[in-house]
């Protein structure tokens, strides 16, 4: 059911001696990629969401430790060791709620400092490593694609699917989570229609998942993010899956703020409200969701599109990136290992956590 004349999104791609990003801050209107050389680059890259989408942002800041690597003029261990924490402190420090970008480099981390070759053999297997998390992510991405089409409901006529903020290829190595259980849908035939929140204030379901579905010929409907609810009610929604960002232990998930609200509004009409993320989304050191760091950003997106501003000034300001659904509300978390009840997250999922 794929157009056939679409071509895969890879949003992170590693060339030769530099890592190509798709500018994501220039979609739907302007395709351009930005070619990035250095680990600051790589850190401002994620910072200003050229990069984004949290297991885009992994596999990103692990390129980024490369960079940073690859930077360091010293073929001292220690020299280098010391060196290569600053790179990882620069991308930790980008964007805080993002588990994935974490447990990237901390896998970086750990490949430097338990390998016992020499600098220059640190630094190939760094490269390597970065490759392996891009690929292993491709993989989870198809593989959370099969399990989430395992218990969309069954419906007389093809689902109708609502999604919120952007989940899909450009927010991954690769196919996406969200997006790839929407995917495997259209792909298997079960799949009607897409609604799309706008996702104020960044419009990234407005610009980027609108624009996926389009480019693969996939039927998509947009909406406001305040539609949602209306939309239920007028029968219009069978299913409802989204991303995360980070999940705690008990299954709260953080995702892009108005998901929280969406997920109340499928409850209230009795609709299935599932999470599609990647193992390594799971932050089991986190008990429950009030653990989880809430990135705020600039007020601008708030009081201004473009050039217009929309509200007058002395007015106040809160921007917060994500908000945290409780997992109550949560039908179950999609990931590569299956489907999982929110509450079977730790004792069923935590032996396969890469450390």
């Known amino acids: 059911m794929t157009s056939p004349t679409a071509t895969p999104i890879y949003p992170v791609v590693w060339s ?33 969401m050229i990069v984004r989408g949290a297991p885009a942002i992994g596999v990103a800041a692990a390129y980024g430790m490369y960079l940073g690597a690859q930077e360091i003029q010293t073929d001292d261990r220690d020299t280098f060791w010391e060196a290569l924490e600053q790179v990882a402190e620069r991308l930790q420090a980008t964007r805080p709620t993002a588990v994935n970008l974490f447990w990237a480099i901390s896998r970086m981390l750990k490949v430097a400092q338990q390998s016992a070759g020499t600098v220059p053999e640190i630094r190939a297997q760094l490269l390597d490593t970065a490759q392996r998390i891009a690929e292993e992510d491709l993989q989870t991405c198809e593989a959370i694609g099969q399990h989430g089409l395992s218990v969309l409901p069954e419906a007389p006529e093809k689902l109708r699917l609502l999604t919120h903020c952007n989940a899909g290829a450009l927010a991954t190595a690769g196919y996406g989570t969200a997006l790839g259980v929407v995917r495997s849908a259209w792909s298997a035939g079960r799949l009607a229609r897409v609604y799309v929140d706008e996702t104020r204030p960044r419009l990234q379901g407005a610009k980027l998942t609108s624009w996926e579905c389009v480019h693969e010929g996939i039927p998509v409907t947009l909406i406001t993010d305040n539609m949602a609810a209306h939309c239920m009610q007028r029968g219009l929604i069978d299913v409802v899956v989204v991303g995360a960002d980070r999940i705690a232990a008990n299954g709260d998930a953080a995702n892009k703020i108005g998901t929280y609200s969406v997920a109340l509004c499928a409850q209230a009409h009795g609709i299935p409200f599932y999470v599609a993320a990647p193992l390594s989304t799971i932050d089991f050191s986190l008990a429950d969701g009030s653990g989880i760091p809430i990135e705020e950003r600039d007020p601008e997106e708030i009081y201004q599109v473009g050039e217009t501003r929309l509200c007058p000034p002395g007015v106040e300001f809160y921007n917060p990136a994500f908000d945290v659904t ?6 179950g978390i999609v990931t590569e290992h299956g489907v999982f009840a929110p509450q079977d997250l730790d004792a069923k999922l935590r032996s396969h956590q890469i450390a």
């Open 16 to 48: 030769v001696d530099h890592v190509q990003l798709i500018d994501q801050t220039r979609l739907p209107l302007e395709f351009s990629v930005v070619e990035i050389r250095r680990s600051d680059d790589m850190a401002l890259a994620i910072k200003t």
């Open 326 to 331: 409780p997992a109550a509300l949560i039908a």
